[in-house]
């Protein structure tokens, strides 16, 4: 009876990923068709790209979530994963040289090199970000931890340089990415616990919900912090997050929590974690606005001068200035 258990499992999880994996191509298809239409047969309709584009980005993360549990024990995958944060420094630094040192002019050359560095910096992010939250022990919050503290000093150190215009986009730019490869990390790790939690279908649901506030909070806080107005956006993040917030609350005393295995609870803690970093982020927003707009950037690029001299008008015709 146990073994008919365990394969009934088995067989009922291979479904589930059956019916995501192909719902998730097709549902990326749909929203890549709908984006390029929107965007080069029919500009106006903006709603559908509106609409499309987040489906396109979860439809994607949800692939690379599955294809990644699947080759889960390939040595090329954890062999890539493990030396992507390396690649990803390089690109960074070369990259860095590229736009500012080594090649001044838009040549051909440059614009080659600059793709290549683009492609080896989105690839190496994605790979990294495998790394963290797929291929790590689930339970492992190193990673996570290091993540916020990047957020959190790169937003700092962006408040700082603002004056500077150079070094103050460079930390301004990293403090997006970081932002939303935080979210895009925390979403992928809610779709691996649907498969990877064992006998809890509390936390799995938990944890499912929590990624996706979760990616859906820290692409906010981005927009946020680039001046966009998403006022509405923001309640429809906030109050369901509270809602969800109590009722995990209440809910968690009656769910067997002290009888979880401690893999669960160390899930829990960094579901947990993640959350409370961007729900305290909404509600000093939303509760002391005045604090927020400390960090808050309004006006990030600064106004140009033309450093145009003043000249002496010419004297014609026996007419002098007043």
Known sequence: MVELKELSKKLMTGHSKKWLLWGSVIAFLLSVSVVLYASFVEPASEIYTYISIPILILSGLNLIALLSMRYSESKWLRNIAGISLIILLFSIFGYYLLYDNLIPTDTSIKIFLEVLFIILIS?????????????????????????????????????????????????????????LLTGCGMYLFGVSCLFKVEKNPYLKIVSYLAGLFIAFGSLLF?????????????LIYFIPAILLTLIVLLSLPVSGYINWSSLHKKILKKIMISWL????IFSVRFVFPEYFRIIEIKNYYPGYHFDMEDYDLQNKNGLTPE
Do not use: D, P, W
């Open 277 to 280: 970093f961007f729900f305290l």
């Open 222 to 234: 981005a927009l946020i912090m680039s001046s966009e107005r998403v006022h509405i956006l923001e």
């Open 123 to 179: 690839l190496s992010c994605l790979f990294t970000l495998i790394n963290i939250f797929l291929l790590k022990e689930a339970g492992k919050i190193i990673g996570l931890m290091v993540l916020l503290l990047l957020i959190v000093i790169s937003l700092i150190l962006q408040r700082f340089f603002l004056t500077n215009f150079r070094t103050g986009e460079y930390f301004f730019t990293a403090f997006i990415i970081l932002t």
